[in-house]
């Protein structure tokens, strides 16, 4: 990517971003002239990342998104390094298991709210605490259409998504006005981490999507980089969903 002349004078946050819908969003801020930090549990993943959207305005934090500690030194070394943080992007995410409810591991349904909710919560408290408490911003968290319909075989995921909907409706109405928080439901992006959903039959997924295609991660970049806009600065509380119109075939007829 070719890297902005000027710099914005905004910091971002994506967590989850070594690759991706993360990577993607990452992506489009840095664009935009955004210094950025990002996070992932893979180190050597994140470096990469990090090279490839440019080292001298993106920095990256390795470690897991559900531990407090890893949390609280993200927010740190963000404002250690940029000395302020305007957006954050919750954006990291787990789903490892398919299969019926009925027969759903609890531990594993623990560990999924821990992933994309409980961290997510933790982040938006340390940014709150941070910077955004004083000086304003704004949050995106990234839910999924599993969050508003039922899921089924991913229903853990779905419950936690129904959930992140819902702590951004919180979030919003406690950290209003200087802080606007929304949500991003989308629904199948080509990703590593939605292959399962198409691989091998993508033409066939594709063709149920009205728009005649699945996402891809800028598709989710752009409608971050919107809600983090001056051109969004009258929307709080939403969940935008962004499906390719798969939605409008649930309709009568």
Known sequence: MTAPTELSGRVALVTGASRGIGYGIAEAFVARGDRV????????ALKEAVEKLGGDRVIGVAGKAHDETHQAVAVERTME???????????????????????????????????????????????????????????????????????????????????????????????????????????????????ALYEGREVEAAAAYPLGRLGVPSDIGGAAAFLTSDQSDWITGQTLVVDGGIFLNAGVG
């Open 81 to 195: 390094a940029f000395g302020r943080v305007d957006f954050l992007v919750n954006n990291a995410g787990t789903n490892p298991v398919f299969g019926p409810i009925a027969d759903l591991d609890l531990n594993v349904a623990r560990k999924v709210f821990e992933t994309n909710v409980v961290s997510a919560l933790g982040f938006a408290q340390h940014t709150w605490k941070a910077w955004q408490g004083d000086h304003g911003g704004a949050i995106v968290n990234i839910a999924s259409v599993a969050g508003v319909s039922a899921s089924p075989f991913i229903g853990a995921y779905g419950i936690s998504k129904a959930a992140m909907i819902n702590l951004t409706l919180q979030l919003a109405h406690e950290f209003a006005p200087g802080v606007r928080v929304n949500a991003i439901a989308p629904a199948v992006v080509k990703t590593r981490f939605a292959q």
């Open 37 to 44: 930090c990002i996070t992932g549990r893979n180190e050597e």
